[in-house]
């Protein structure tokens, strides 16, 4: 980094001294023109004369290498138009007004590129940088509504991702509750299906039911079998269980085997047959 100056840019500093205490009384803008344009969509500042009664200063911008040149006549240009600047946002509310301080910025190279003044008050007022071979103008309403700015975007950023967590929060609790009442009412209807008892009845467990069904099942499975057996001796198994309207099942395999060994049923051929008493 180049090493800086104790006192760098004294006649800038000097001419800001002589100023200090006085109030400005007039204003002009050196703006860039080009004869080949035929409108200028803004305006490219290259250069303000301030006036403060008998004193005036110059302030141009040097295209060579972006610093600010201060003096008091002006710099030779034939390319710049030369406005009144009274009437300019940014120097309007501060024309009469005395001028407290004067600032010269100096960056890390030690380039004089940038002036703040104060104009009635202790805090800057104007605030001039030259870059892109132009001067920049700022003004503490700038600062003070970019500033108001942030705050308002930040506090709205805020509301807003507190909104969007409350609702997001009530789209859960919502889809919980309904997913949790669809479920019960569909296991209500279930069960009142199956059992066809009410909600409120004490529920047997599901060995409890199977077990009662079987044993009911088959005792009036067996006293039908014996009961056509009776009727029909020469029957064969696959006609007992038709003419019973069950099938060749576990449970009818289970009847006649029960049949058998109690000495009901005897089996010859294929058929099933009631047997003889023993003599």
């Not at 305006?43 to 005036?56: A, D, I, P, Q």
């Amino acid at each position: 980094m180049q090493e800086v100056e104790p006192n760098p840019h004294k006649t800038a500093r000097e001419l800001l001294d002589l100023l200090v205490g006085k109030r400005l009384t007039s204003i002009s803008r050196r703006i860039f023109h080009d004869p080949d344009e035929t409108a200028c969509v803004f305006e490219w500042l290259t250069g303000l004369e301030l006036r403060f009664g008998r004193h005036v200063i110059h302030i141009d911008v040097d295209p060579n290498d972006d610093t600010l040149l201060i003096s008091k006549a002006p710099r030779e240009d034939d390319d710049t138009l030369i406005i009144d600047g009274s009437s300019h946002p940014l120097w309007r509310p501060i024309l009469g007004k005395p001028l407290m301080f004067a600032w010269t910025m100096i960056n890390s190279r030690g380039y004089l590129d940038g002036l703040a003044f104060a104009f009635e008050t202790y805090a800057p007022s104007a605030t001039l940088v030259a870059a892109g071979s132009q001067i920049h103008e700022f003004s503490n309403h700038d600062r003070d509504r970019r500033v108001a700015e942030a705050a308002t975007a930040s506090a709205q950023m805020g509301i807003n991702q507190a909104v969007d967590a409350l609702v997001s929060d009530l789209v859960y609790i919502v889809n919980k509750t309904t997913s949790k009442a669809v479920h019960e009412a569909s296991k209500d209807r279930r069960g009142r299906a199956k059992t066809g008892r009410s909600p409120g009845a004490p529920r047997s467990s599901a060995g409890e039911t199977a077990r009662t069904r079987s044993s009911a099942g088959l005792a009036k499975l067996r006293d039908e079998a014996r009961t056509f057996i009776e009727n029909n001796p020469q029957c064969h198994a696959a006609q007992i269980a038709r003419a019973l309207g069950t099938t060749n099942t576990p449970e009818f395999r289970a009847v006649i085997q029960e049949l058998r060994q109690a000495g009901t049923v005897a089996r010859a051929k294929g058929r099933v047959t009631r047997s003889s008493p023993t003599r």
